[in-house]
């Protein structure tokens, strides 16, 4: 902070105009770094200086690395991300994989589901809807948040207890069912015998030519 100090006399309400105005609106900022300002004085005993103040109380522990650490904190708390998902450890924060785990729910639940639905809902009101009358819907997968082993133990636990067949976990994990594919595979293997045979047919009649 700094003081403007007029000494041995006073301006006039012009010069303290012209002088109120430059310092709000362009003696701040980096873009107006170096600028200067003319006033007129009538008077030759006056002086003006700036000095510059004291911290106030308050702000004499408040250092560079302090700032920067509030800067950051309200930077992630402005997008929604919990601290621990950015490696940022709090006093008192234990860090466990429980810990993170849980914080990592709340973010999905808290800021990237509804942000996601919001993204899905403007789309399919303009760009999919533009495309005429269908029944198409965009949809976005979900973030997975969730451990490989303990996915398999939840699914191999709803397969023996006849929940879900095996088929139904593959389309949930976003595979191709095994009958589809068994169907797809021997698809598959006799167009590569109808292509083999056309070939020898092409060789044969290329021989006879010949």
Known sequence: KFAVIIEGGNLSS???SALKKFLAQRATGVKNAGRA???????????IRIEKLGLESKDKDFSFSDG????R???????????????????????????????????????IDPDQEALENLLNSTIIASFGTHKWRLKFN????????????????????????????????GRMPLENQREQIETTKI????????????????????
Request: hydrophobic fraction near 35%.
């Open 191 to 210: 167009g590569k015998r109808i292509v083999g045979a056309l070939e020898a047919i092409r060789t044969h009649l290329e021989e006879y030519d010949d």
């Open 37 to 47: 300002i003319e006033i007129s004085i009538d008077d030759p005993n006056v002086k």
């Open 73 to 111: 904190d309200e930077v992630i708390s402005a997008h929604g991300v919990p601290p621990r998902l950015v490696g940022i450890m709090a006093a008192g924060q234990l860090g466990g994989v429980g810990e993170i785990e849980g914080q990592l729910t709340i973010f999905k639940q808290s800021t």
């Open 142 to 173: 979900e973030m997975d948040i969730t451990d490989a082993l303990a996915d398999t133990e939840k699914y191999t636990r709803l397969t023996e207890a006849g929940i879900l067949t095996p088929d139904e976990v593959r389309e949930d994990l």
């Open 68 to 71: 920067r650490g509030q800067n």
């Open 14 to 16: 012009e010069a303290r």
